[in-house]
């Protein structure tokens, strides 16, 4: 039986808002309310978001907890710092869904290092595919988000990296201590105002890496991820690379093949941990053994997360690649995932793995 609820979306004129709303309008249980932005309150969504022609009228609100209160579901769609004191003021009779950071992290020291100021504190964490110590696929994760009444998203570069690697951390057979990842990653990653290190690239002709060196905020949300999976202490170094598209991530991570791990149980690990994920998927071996490698593009619109592995006996190391939408699986279609475990209705329900392309 399916029940509908009223959703609030807060943050609504901005990118991870607006993809929340372009899939809300195709889950079939919910009705939107309040609708509310920061500076733009006063204009119409339509100035926002010109491909949501069925919201293009509603006016955007200003972002406080009267408008918000009174729906089922609210989602906050909002710059890291700005959730918490709005979060605090609504009730626990609503879920609410956090698309930034302020409720991620278990660690407060590593709020403080990362973001600065006071940690808001920890809300269950919205991975439902997030394997926990000793688990060959993932059901402690969605038990925690059954019935939750607050959900903090993950980061898009996290759960990029955490898809790849994590099935490796659970099953043992890499080093979690030694661990590289890369990233090519869409500009709408950085939200609707473009960010000082992002106008070098503004002509897109370009390409940049940017939170080098272990500045990116993301690294402890990865480390807070596979320790949950298993690892006694993880190290990583993580390097995001600015790219010409609009959308996606293409995250390698590579990891040393733990001690006497025989090369040919490393695809078993993988293999088995997402065997039964509607929405991650890892690519087949093609004729002959040719590993097929996932792509952005593949995943375009849709709530599809693509994984690849491989050994690289040479170096010694498991290489994996994750490609996902940044807007979908990376943050509003994860969170609806989320949305539909708190309510108890179809984890699937209003998402798809039907992309869009070319
Ligand atoms: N873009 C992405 O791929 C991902 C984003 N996220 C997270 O989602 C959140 C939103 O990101 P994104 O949509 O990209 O950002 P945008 O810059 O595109 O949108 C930000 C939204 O927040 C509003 N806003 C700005 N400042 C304030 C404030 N002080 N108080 C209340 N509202 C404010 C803006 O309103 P106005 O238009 O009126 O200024 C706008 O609606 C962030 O926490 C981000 O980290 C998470 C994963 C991926
Ligand atoms: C291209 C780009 O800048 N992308 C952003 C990802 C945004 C994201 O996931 O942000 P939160 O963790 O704040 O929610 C970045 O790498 O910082």
Request: proline letters at 6%; one cysteine or more.
């Amino acid at each position: 039986m399916h029940m509908s609820f009223t959703v609030a979306v807060a943050g609504a004129s901005g990118y991870a808002g607006g993809e929340a709303l372009r899939l809300l309008l195709g889950h079939p249980d919910a009705r939107i309310g309040a609708l509310t932005a920061h500076g733009s309150a006063g204009s119409l969504l339509g100035e926002h978001h010109p491909h949501l022609p069925a919201l293009a009228d509603r006016v955007l609100q200003p972002t406080t907890a009267e408008v918000l209160a009174g729906h089922d579901v609210v989602i906050l769609g909002l710059p890291h710092g700005a959730s918490a004191a709005i979060a605090a003021e609504l009730g626990d009779d609503c879920l609410v869904l956090d698309l930034g950071a302020d409720h991620r992290l278990s660690d407060s020291g590593a709020w403080t290092a990362f973001y600065g100021g006071e940690h808001a504190g920890t809300w269950p964490y919205g991975l439902p595919e997030l394997l926990h110590a000793g688990e060959a696929s993932a059901s402690a994760q969605r038990a925690a988000l059954a019935g939750a009444r607050r959900v903090a998203v993950p980061g898009c570069n996290v759960t990029a990296v955490t898809l790849g690697l994590q099935p490796g951390v659970a099953a043992g057979v890499i080093e979690p201590t030694d661990l590289v990842a890369v990233l090519a990653n869409g500009y709408s990653g950085a939200g609707k105002a473009l960010k000082p290190h992002l106008l070098a690239a503004k002509g897109l002709g370009s390409a940049q890496a940017y939170g080098v060196g272990g500045t990116h905020r993301h690294i402890p949300e990865i480390e807070q991820n596979l320790t949950v999976a298993g690892a006694a202490s993880v190290s990583i170094s993580f390097t995001p690379t600015l790219v010409p598209m609009s959308r996606g991530i293409l995250a390698t991570a590579t990891a040393r093949l733990a001690p006497g791990v025989d090369v040919g149980s490393v695809r078993e690990a993988w293999e088995t941990a997402y065997a039964d994920e509607p929405f991650v998927h890892l690519l087949p071996a093609g004729a002959g053994g040719a590993l097929r490698w996932p792509t952005t593009a593949a995943t375009s619109g849709a709530n599809t997360a693509l994984v690849q592995v491989a050994v690289d006996e040479r170096a010694g190391r498991v290489v994996t690649v994750t490609a996902l939408d940044n807007l979908v699986k990376g943050t509003a279609g994860g969170a609806l995932q989320c949305l539909n475990l708190a309510l108890g209705l179809p984890e699937t329900a209003g998402l798809t793995t039907t992309g869009v392309a070319p």
